[in-house]
């Protein structure tokens, strides 16, 4: 008879990028587990170098990175990782991007373009990636670019039921910035139960990529309008639908949004318009410079702690927000 002893359970092993430490540091404690050691430097011409400290053979690793700035040199880093892990037999790769870098370009809009979110799921799937998670696309059909499962998380119940506790939901009505928001602006409804409003916008042809004028379909007057979007990247759009709103009789404006990318002059639109709060979640790092008063960050790190285990145990990811009040959707192959 053989001494050979072969394990009979899988090992989970949590791996991080240098993009965002803290969030991968705030899931691994929600998993208690520690992050795998890794090993990661630049050379001097930029080349990105990774090796893990320990052996993943056969284990379940999931490798997370937040596409924060520098954009592209995170995605390269990720992209490398797992390689390395392919390389150094992990039985499964799942990516976690929180904020999937590239979602703003899921179509051609004119000819001669690209489809960089597409590009972007081929390329994980082509590193060796057996499977994506993320949160909030911009798109949902982002989900059928990559070719196997794909775990679409939601923060809308934990952004929904932070703004349920500071407004009385007879008061609020849920706001879409644009007709691209309605979907997500109904599943908001859902689950406050409150009445949805449009902003619709509409451009002058004669001025490339300036709204002309912003239109509101829906009752806003008297009420507390929560405008939700997907992200947040120079604010100017937000704080145009707000002050739509405040001429429309709003009596207040909450921004709820996942995505922070805050980029210049985000931080000094925001502080000094009439919304009253503004709503994130931690999906990318927000420095203390682009930080103002106005703002709450939420942490996203228990639904990815929860998500990864489901996926790790052969759970169900969809049931996490089937749970939710009025049975929020969620995606998953």
Same mark, same amino acid.
């Given at each position: 008879?053989?001494?050979?002893?072969?394990?009979?359970?899988?090992?989970?092993?949590?791996?991080?990028?240098?993009?965002?430490?803290?969030?991968?540091?705030?899931?691994?404690?929600?998993?208690?587990?520690?992050?795998?050691?890794?090993?990661?430097?630049?050379?001097?011409?930029?080349?990105?170098?990774?090796?893990?400290?320990?052996?993943?053979?056969?284990?379940?690793?999931?490798?997370?990175?937040?596409?924060?700035?520098?954009?592209?040199?995170?995605?390269?880093?990720? *992209?490398?990782?797992?390689?390395?892990?392919? +390389?150094?037999?992990?039985?499964? &790769? !799942? $990516?976690?991007? /929180?904020?999937? =870098?590239?979602?703003?370009?899921?179509?051609?809009?004119?000819?001669?373009?690209?489809?960089?979110?597409?590009?972007?799921?081929?390329?994980?799937?082509?590193?060796?990636?057996?499977?994506?998670?993320?949160?909030?696309?911009?798109?949902?059909?982002?989900?059928?670019?990559?070719?196997?499962?794909?775990?679409?998380?939601?923060?809308?119940? *934990?952004?929904?039921?932070?703004?349920?506790? +500071?407004?009385?939901?007879?008061? &609020? !009505? $849920?706001?879409? /910035?644009?007709? =691209?928001?309605?979907?997500?602006?109904?599943?908001?409804?859902?689950?406050?139960?409150?009445?949805?409003?449009?902003?619709?916008?509409?451009?002058?042809?004669?001025?490339?990529?300036?709204?002309?004028?912003?239109?509101?379909?829906?009752?806003?007057?008297?009420?507390?309008?929560?405008?939700?979007?997907?992200?947040?990247?120079?604010?100017?759009?937000?704080?145009?639908?707000?002050?739509?709103?405040?001429?429309?009789?709003?009596?207040? $404006?909450?921004?709820?949004?996942?995505?922070?990318?805050?980029?210049?002059?985000?931080?000094?639109?925001?502080?000094?318009?009439?919304?009253?709060?503004?709503?994130?979640?931690?999906?990318?790092?927000?420095?203390?410079?682009?930080?103002?008063?106005?703002?709450?960050?939420?942490?996203?790190?228990?639904?990815?702690?929860?998500?990864?285990?489901?996926?790790?145990?052969?759970?169900?990811?969809?049931?996490?927000?089937?749970?939710?009040?009025?049975?929020?959707?969620?995606?998953?192959?």
């Amino acid at each position: 008879m053989s001494d050979i002893s072969v394990p009979n359970q899988k090992r989970l092993v949590l791996l991080a990028g240098r993009s965002y430490p803290e969030l991968a540091q705030e899931v691994a404690d929600d998993l208690g587990i520690d992050l795998s050691p890794t090993l990661a430097y630049d050379f001097a011409n930029g080349e990105i170098f990774v090796r893990f400290q320990q052996s993943v053979r056969g284990t379940d690793a999931f490798v997370l990175q937040s596409h924060t700035t520098p954009i592209n040199k995170w995605i390269m880093e990720q *992209l490398i990782m797992v390689d390395a892990l392919k +390389r150094a037999s992990a039985k499964r &790769i !799942t $990516v976690i991007v /929180p904020f999937y =870098g590239y979602a703003r370009q899921d179509k051609k809009h004119r000819g001669r373009e690209p489809i960089s979110a597409r590009l972007m799921a081929d390329l994980f799937k082509a590193a060796g990636a057996d499977r994506l998670m993320t949160v909030d696309l911009h798109t949902s059909q982002i989900q059928g670019f990559f070719d196997g499962p794909v775990d679409h998380l939601f923060a809308m119940p *934990l952004l929904a039921q932070h703004v349920a506790s +500071r407004v009385p939901r007879e008061d &609020i !009505t $849920v706001v879409s /910035p644009d007709a =691209g928001r309605v979907r997500v602006a109904e599943r908001w409804t859902d689950i406050l139960g409150a009445p949805l409003a449009i902003i619709h916008k509409r451009r002058d042809p004669d001025v490339p990529n300036q709204v002309k004028v912003f239109e509101v379909v829906g009752d806003v007057e008297g009420r507390v309008c929560v405008l939700v979007d997907d992200m947040i990247d120079t604010g100017g759009t937000i704080v145009k639908a707000a002050e739509t709103l405040f001429e429309n009789g709003a009596k207040d $404006v909450i921004v709820a949004a996942t995505h922070a990318i805050l980029s210049d002059p985000a931080k000094e639109r925001l502080q000094n318009s009439q919304i009253s709060e503004v709503v994130v979640t931690n999906t990318l790092p927000i420095s203390p410079e682009c930080e103002f008063e106005k703002l709450t960050v939420l942490s996203i790190a228990p639904i990815l702690a929860k998500a990864i285990t489901e996926v790790f145990t052969d759970g169900s990811v969809t049931s996490m927000f089937e749970a939710s009040p009025e049975g929020a959707e969620a995606s998953t192959h």
